[in-house]
């Protein structure tokens, strides 16, 4: 009961890892805002049915949920998300960006609509529910009730090392980790905590990529359910140390990505020459380790 008496928001969460983690965080005390748009793996449609059917599961384990259906990108929707929670069960306390689609195409076929539309739900539909959550956080620390808060967003691999064909995708889940280490920066006056994982499982968006075979027997690694003891532990109070990280977690492996840092450097002391700089950088290559591959490429 690592989070009793917690109040969760998930997004994203009437399907795959967004659904895993509302009963994970159920199952562990919490009182959870089951968030769910209900569209397609493409973001077209919408149905109130996946977010009730996760908040009935919750029910039935003897939990306590609520659903909502408002689109995490719209402005308006992700104020009532968060005013959902406190309308219900009175607080937040940890917030699970999880929500997004796929259009994936090679940048050379990638229509500006596709590009917008992914860029939407996953960076402005991070940022939304964050920003409306971090407005009720402060308003507590500044009437003298520091929150012990928790921001846990979802990136990805394909943002921290690049996925050929899917150019939109990368860049979002790139942004967000971005914005995961600032809000940490910005955020931790107000109690708050804030970091990201990139998760790989199965699920209807990593269908063409994952085996979806699901094993008869033994340990199935590419379950939802693996990637949802990281985020409760994160959620939890137990992780007030950790903040502005970024874990990869798949099956039973947890590992911390780092991120950009400087480099070595040649420092001339004035302006170069653009003649000058083939040796250097041949030097600066030279002393840097290999990158990781972008995940697709040959």
């Not at 209900?38 to 003897?62: N, Y």
């Not at 939990?63 to 219900?88: C, I, Q, S, Y």
């Not at 950009?260 to 450097?265: K, P, S, V």
């Amino acid at each position: 009961m690592i989070v009793e008496g917690r109040v969760v928001v998930v997004t994203g969460a009437g399907r795959g890892i967004g659904r895993a983690h509302a009963l994970a965080f159920a199952r562990e005390g919490a009182q959870v805002v089951v968030n769910d748009y209900g569209v397609g793996l493409d973001g077209s449609g919408a149905s109130t049915g996946p977010a009730q059917q996760v908040v009935e599961e919750i029910e039935a384990l003897g939990g306590k949920a609520v659903a909502n259906t408002d689109d995490v990108a719209d402005w308006a929707g992700a104020e009532r998300l968060v005013d959902t929670a406190l309308e219900r069960f009175g607080r937040l306390d940890v917030l699970v960006n999880n929500a997004g689609f796929l259009r994936d195409r090679m940048l050379v076929n990638l229509a500006e609509d596709e590009w917008d539309a992914v860029i939407r739900v996953h960076l402005k539909g991070h940022f939304a529910p964050l920003r409306h959550a971090a407005a009720y956080w402060r308003g507590e620390a500044k009437a003298g009730r520091l929150p012990q808060a928790r921001v846990i967003n979802t990136s990805s691999g394909a943002g921290l090392l690049g996925s050929v064909g899917q150019g939109n995708y990368s860049a979002a889940k790139a942004g967000i980790a971005g914005l995961t280490i600032v809000a940490a920066a910005e955020l931790a006056r107000y109690g708050v905590t804030v970091n990201a994982i990139a998760p790989a499982a199965r699920t209807r968006m990593t269908e063409p990529t994952f085996d979806m075979a699901v094993p008869e027997s033994g340990f199935d690694a590419m379950a939802p359910e693996n990637v949802s003891p990281l985020v409760v532990w994160l959620g939890s109070t137990e992780s007030a140390g950790v903040t502005g990280r970024v874990f990869e977690v798949d099956g039973g492996r947890v590992s911390l990505a780092q991120g950009w840092r400087h480099g070595a450097a040649v420092d001339k002391g004035d302006r170069w020459e653009p003649a000058e700089l083939g040796p250097v950088v041949e030097r600066l290559l030279a002393e840097a380790p290999e990158p990781e591959p972008v995940y697709g490429a040959e």
